[in-house]
């Protein structure tokens, strides 16, 4: 049994791997919550932008399997589960800081896919339900009109003012969206869109930061426990003899 000082860090590692467990299925909320929300966005955003919420999904699953380990190894003082536990818990620590690095070295991309798929993406308006759909939810959602404004409108078939009825706040009834109207959202989508991608990405980021820093304490406290059973065996060991 261990015994002494080192029973506090048994109920400390025990502890952490509940937190562990915690975040495991934060990960997992947050990462189906971004896919569900940003679904209606999908036609402006490149495939890569999706793939971080997947990753983060299956951090989600991993952490939380990888915590069952740290906790029954507490628990029972097994010094191999606990050193599994330890190599884990560094394994999914650098893939954290490998995709932390990636999502910072790409932040640059954002605003050139956006720009990309906006320009695309506004042309087939007319003529796609789905991207009808989707610029619909954006325009509505992050209250803006067009690219830059809603004289973009005018470079795809619309004409005498007219613009799509999501760029208005409210429209009367039969009525059409005008860009002179005073309900009119006056900022362009892909600076809102922008700054929307590089928020969301700036929280998760912390997060993750925030996350490994404990993973790095948890794998500290794990150690010195696992030193401290094997100590503790090793003591029995001799007195048997």
Known sequence: MVSGGMACIKYLTFLFNLIFAITGIIFIAVGTVILVVYSGYNNFMDSWFFAAPILIIIVGVIVFIVSFFGCCGAVKENHCMIITFSVLLLLIFALELGAGIAGYMMRGDVHAMVENRLNIT???????????????????????????????????????????NSCCKEVPEGNKCDSNSIHIHSNGCMNNLQSAIEHNALILGGVGIGIAVIQLIGVIFACCLARSIRREYETVETAAH
């Open 122 to 164: 506004m042309e087939e308006y007319t003529t796609n339900d789905d991207i009808h759909r989707s610029w619909d939810i954006m325009q509505h959602d992050l209250q803006c009109c067009g690219i830059i404004g809603a004289t973009d409108w005018a470079h795809v078939g619309f004409s005498d003012n007219i613009v799509p």
